[in-house]
């Protein structure tokens, strides 16, 4: 392209009156044509066109589109939702302003980032939104809370915990499905493979391993259970029903698993005992 064309070019695009997308595209012309040496700008540009995560900036290819991002700093120290540790949490990535509302009556520019736990046995991630000092005025999610099951077999303990922590974040219908996956995974852990729930929850009952009452518990949970297993769902899950099933599932592994070890374990410190006073 000829000096003055590219002169003439360069004029055009900075003139106000011209469409942005407009600009956009000449801008993005003039970037492929080689410039005249005497033409040649080099003064440091508003964006870079590329991704440097050494800068510690993510930038975007389009320079018109973007709005201004920030450094990505590792903020303060947070309890993190996911495994309650006051833990620094790194930047990975602006997602630009928050809605409106979020920034209704205050003086400083609000910031939504993805965040990450540097926890090394976390790394869970969040989003928040930020202020102009980096310092974080709302989480999502708030807080993830489950629950330890000692004495009770990992891939069932792993699974009643799971449903707590839906429980927290008010993922209401995924907590109770797994509450009564959990109870069926106890009755197959019991050797109880074959039948529906229904009859295997009976069959725990009649082997001595729950109680009447707990059985009871256990089909409720079969109840609400079988309605989100089979998509029925037109009533909502409240709160209140969700914990009530968490509970009734907490007495059928507490039923199978954690009280009769709890009953071993003083047996066996019983015994050892004696065998201590008798030498």
């Keep these: ?29 003039l ?15 508003r964006y870079s066109r590329s991704l440097s995560a050494r800068r510690g900036y993510l930038q975007a ?9 920030l450094p990505l700093p590792t903020m303060a120290a947070t309890t993190c939702p996911f495994c309650h540790s006051l833990t620094n949490f790194q930047s990975l990535q602006n997602l630009g302003t928050p809605p ?12 939504t980032r993805v965040e990450m736990c540097a926890n090394e046995l976390c790394h869970g991630l969040v989003i928040t939104v930020v202020d102009g000092s980096g310092k974080i005025l709302r989480m999502w999610p708030e807080q993830v809370g489950g629950k330890q099951f000692s004495d009770v077999p990992d891939h069932i303990a792993e699974t009643a915990d799971e449903a707590y922590r839906c429980n927290s974040i008010k993922a209401y219908r995924a907590a109770v499905l797994l509450a009564r996956s959990a109870i069926e995974a106890t009755a197959k852990q019991k050797g109880i493979t074959t039948g529906s729930l229904v009859s295997k929850i009976d069959q725990m009952h009649t082997n001595g391993l729950i109680r009447e009452y707990v059985k009871e518990g256990a089909h409720e949970v079969r109840h609400l259970g079988n309605d989100m297993a089979h998509g029925d769902f037109v009533d909502p899950v409240s709160p ?11 007495e059928v592994l507490e039923e199978v698993f954690q009280a009769p070890e709890r009953v071993a374990k003083a047996r066996a410190a019983r015994f050892a005992k004696k065998q201590t006073a008798a030498r």
């Design 1 to 29: 392209m000829p000096v003055t064309a590219i002169a003439n070019e360069r004029t055009r695009v900075g003139q106000s009156n011209v469409p942005r997308v407009h600009q956009a595209v000449a801008r993005t012309r």
């Design 100 to 111: 409106l509302a979020f920034n209704m009556g205050r003086t400083t520019q609000l910031h």
């Design 31 to 45: 970037a492929t044509t080689p410039a005249h040496p005497a033409l040649r700008d080099d003064r440091p540009r």
């Design 240 to 250: 209140e029903d969700t914990d009530l099933v968490l509970t009734l599932m907490d």
């Design 61 to 69: 290819a389009n320079p018109v589109s973007q709005p201004r991002l």
